[in-house]
């Protein structure tokens, strides 16, 4: 998404200007594997539009292969907005029917997942779309059958789903997973527990590495 991060404290309905940046967590981890010397793809749908533009200029920028994005006609490209005050960051988001939470199973590459050596996969994007959701245990399932590792972040949203629906897709995630990176908030609210060695256990029953 583009990110509009007001330029003084205060609500958002006071702010005079904006500095445009660049946020979603999945675009976050692809630009730092770059960074880092990996050869990282996107996989992910974005509007045809001002906003899908430079977001494609940012990652082509940055040295991510961009082959697999899809660029959907006439689609509007998520942006939110940012405001800080004595209690912090406040996000505002229009993200709501956006591309990417059109992600469906037929836009993942198979042949590229497959040759692939990690699939990184997280939460948010199976809880901003049914398709989206399904899209991601798709390239998953497609990765583990594979033999490519995968790697994933729950990064568990209240505002986006229940905790009943998060962790029901979470734990089916985890499952399919090698390398499980659920912080501990996260942890107890998937399993009740509270000691970390105890938490990761029973987060990650199917993985065969986790962090906390």
Known sequence: MVEFNADVDGALEDAASFAVGYGGDTSNFLVAAARSGARAGYVTRIGDDAFGRVLTRLWEREGVDTTHVVREPGGRTGVYFIARGPAGHGF???RAGSPAS???????????????????V??????????A?????????VARAQG?????????????WTQEQARAVILRSLELCDIA??????GRMLTGSSPRRRCCGRCAPGARRWWC
């Open 92 to 94: 505002t988001y229009y």
């Open 102 to 120: 059109r992600l469906s199973p037929a836009d993942v590459p198979e042949q590229a997942v497959a040759q692939a050596r990690l699939l990184h």
């Open 122 to 131: 997280t939460g948010i994007t199976q809880a901003i779309g049914a398709s």
């Open 133 to 141: 959701c399904d899209a991601a245990l798709h390239a998953m399932a």
């Open 148 to 160: 490519t590792l995968v790697s994933y972040d729950p990064n568990y949203r209240s505002a986006l």
């Open 181 to 186: 990176l659920p912080n501990m908030e996260e």
